[in-house]
């Protein structure tokens, strides 16, 4: 096992990991700049599809942090990848945000937020634009049988003030109503970090993931066969790894007690 402080590729979640909502944490910049300076690379991974990668570089530049398109994969850009391939001469129904809809166009699917007779395909991805129009949409669709694709399995978001639902949530409610679940393509998947490190000229025994959920985060490197850190700045405690079969290479408080041990002469 290559050891921490010679890792070369670091896969990172975004918010609870880096920073929560607008507010950078502290020591991120520290820890970003490390990377760099001993000719690593950092790349983010989030599976959150509710902002387009130039959403993502915009915020991430308000908050200082250097980031271009290549330096991310998304769930939204692992979901086109997988409906290129699966669903693409299908009529597919974007439940989700502009910022979705936009980065599914881009991989040349046929899609449409309108109910439609002939569509065969519903997609849904975390909804900061939710009305109740699409989830009834959702369930007369459901209904006709059609696949059924989410970005991702995540039960809530974190912000400044707490929580607010995400995918895997929604995706139970229309569980409650429809009986049917989604399959998932975002972490706990491997194919986000598959998709990162193929991008890259480092190895996975090089590479490392970072993150504050057990259940996405961590079991998605643990699923892709690389080491992982769970950062207690989020969603998970010490008590939820006790839950799980499965546990992370390391633990860290926070991105400034990772940058204090790695900067350790």
Same mark, same amino acid.
């Given at each position: 096992m290559v050891e921490l402080r010679d890792k070369k590729l670091f896969l990172l979640d975004m918010d609870g990991t880096i920073y929560l909502g607008d507010s950078i944490f502290d020591g991120t910049l520290d820890f970003l700049n490390w990377v760099v300076d001993n000719g690593?690379?950092?790349?983010?991974?989030? @599976?959150?599809?509710?902002?387009?990668?130039?959403?993502?570089i915009n915020k991430l530049t308000k908050m200082g942090i250097k980031?271009?398109?290549a330096d991310f994969t998304t769930?939204?850009?692992?979901? =086109?990848?997988?409906?290129?391939?699966?669903?693409?001469?299908?009529?597919?129904?974007?439940?989700?945000?502009?910022?979705l809809k936009e980065e599914l166009a881009l991989y040349g699917l046929n899609i449409t937020d309108k109910l439609e007779d002939d569509i065969t395909c519903l997609v849904m991805g975390f909804d900061t634009e939710l009305t109740f129009q699409k989830l009834e949409d959702a369930c007369i669709l459901l209904g006709r049988d059609v696949d059924y694709i989410a970005t991702n399995p995540d039960w809530v978001c974190p912000t400044e003030y707490g929580y607010v639902p995400d995918c895997g949530s929604?995706?139970?409610?229309?569980?409650?109503?429809?009986?049917?679940?989604?399959?998932?393509? =975002?972490?706990p998947e491997a194919t986000m970090i598959d998709l990162a490190v193929e991008k890259t000229e480092f190895?996975?025994?090089?590479?490392?993931?970072?993150?504050?959920?057990?259940?996405t985060d961590i079991r998605s490197g643990y699923n892709a066969g690389i080491d992982t850190m769970l950062?207690?700045? =989020?969603?998970s405690t010490l008590d939820d790894v006790k839950e799980f079969d499965f546990d992370p290479t390391?633990?860290?408080?926070?991105?400034?007690?990772?940058? @204090?041990?790695?900067?350790?002469?």
């Open positions: 690593g690379r950092y790349m983010f991974l989030t @599976n959150n599809s509710s902002k387009s990668v130039d959403k993502y980031a271009t398109k769930s939204a850009q692992a979901t =086109g990848l997988y409906l290129q391939k699966h669903n693409a001469d299908d009529k597919i129904y974007v439940f989700g945000t502009n910022s929604v995706s139970e409610m229309l569980y409650n109503a429809t009986k049917r679940r989604p399959k998932f393509i =975002g972490k190895t996975k025994d090089q590479s490392i993931l970072l993150g504050d959920r057990m259940y950062m207690l700045s =989020g969603e390391y633990i860290y408080k926070n991105v400034r007690e990772l940058y @204090n041990y790695l900067s350790q002469k």
